[in-house]
T-cell receptor
Framework: AQSVTQPDIHITVSEGASLELRCNYS??????LFWYVQSPGQGLQLLLK??????LVQGIKGFEAEFKRSQSSFNLRKPSVHWSDAAEYFC?????????????FGTGTLLAVQP | ETGVTQSPTHLIKTRGQQVTLRCSSQ?????VSWYQQALGQGPQFIFQ???????GRGNFPPRFSGLQFPNYSSELNVNALELDDSALYLC?????????????FGPGTRLTVL
């Protein structure tokens, strides 16, 4: 079955520290992978996506993610966290093929940033 | 270019009532998907509409229904509301041209069922 696991429910980092949010997926075919960010009371904003090609993907706001097929992972990283990065982060896999294109989301990781 | 908009922003209903949520897709998009996000959870796929027809459905009962209009806007209707229907309802629009389409999300409608 298709699924996404985000092992860390809540992470706290200090401002200026590096960040890595973990994501593991289960999908039978070539995965299309996404990271979204959600600020309190807001919708989802796309940070970055992986469809094919270079396994290191650059996104907005200084985020990057690396696709590792052998580990079924798509971890999100940022070298230096800013206070404005505090939000909830969702990893998703695109279940494509057939008539319906849908996203399957993980349960999210809530990021807190300490001054 | 106008993004995805949803109305209303917030809504309070009582158990057993019916509710209609609305979504205007991004300009040029022809596909609308609806997701339910319960508190502390990731969004769950409800269904998708393409060319005014339901194009796939997640694990939701028939009391969740929808429409897509010729201008590609969409409605989500929920009948016989239950307490567990309290959630953030997200609409996403996309342009279905190939196997892969990127979905753009609206700000959501927060539904509270008392």
């Amino acid at each position: 079955a298709q699924s996404v696991t985000q092992p860390d429910i809540h992470i706290t980092v200090s401002e200026g520290a590096s960040l890595e949010l973990r994501c593991n997926y289960s999908y039978g075919a070539t995965p299309y992978l996404f990271w979204y960010v959600q600020s309190p009371g807001q919708g989802l904003q796309l940070l970055l996506k992986y469809f094919s090609g270079d396994t290191l993907v650059q996104g907005i706001k200084g985020f990057e993610a690396e696709f590792k097929r052998s580990q079924s992972s798509f971890n999100l990283r940022k070298p230096s966290v800013h206070w404005s990065d505090a939000a909830e982060y969702f990893c998703a896999v695109g279940a494509y093929g057939g008539a319906t294109n849908k996203l399957i989301f993980g349960t999210g990781t809530l990021l807190a940033v300490q001054p | 270019e106008t993004g995805v908009t949803q109305s209303p922003t917030h809504l309070i209903k009582t158990r057993g009532q019916q509710v209609t949520l609305r979504c205007s897709s991004q300009s040029g998009h022809n596909t609308v998907s609806w997701y339910q996000q319960a508190l502390g959870q990731g969004p769950q796929f409800i269904f998708q509409y393409y060319r005014e027809e339901e194009n796939g459905r997640g694990n939701f009962p028939p009391r969740f229904s929808g429409l897509q209009f010729p201008n590609y806007s969409s409605e989500l209707n929920v009948n016989a509301l239950e307490l567990d229907d309290s959630a953030l309802y997200l609409c996403a629009s996309s342009l279905k041209l190939s196997e892969v389409d990127e979905q753009f999300f609206g700000p959501g409608t927060r539904l509270t069922v008392l």
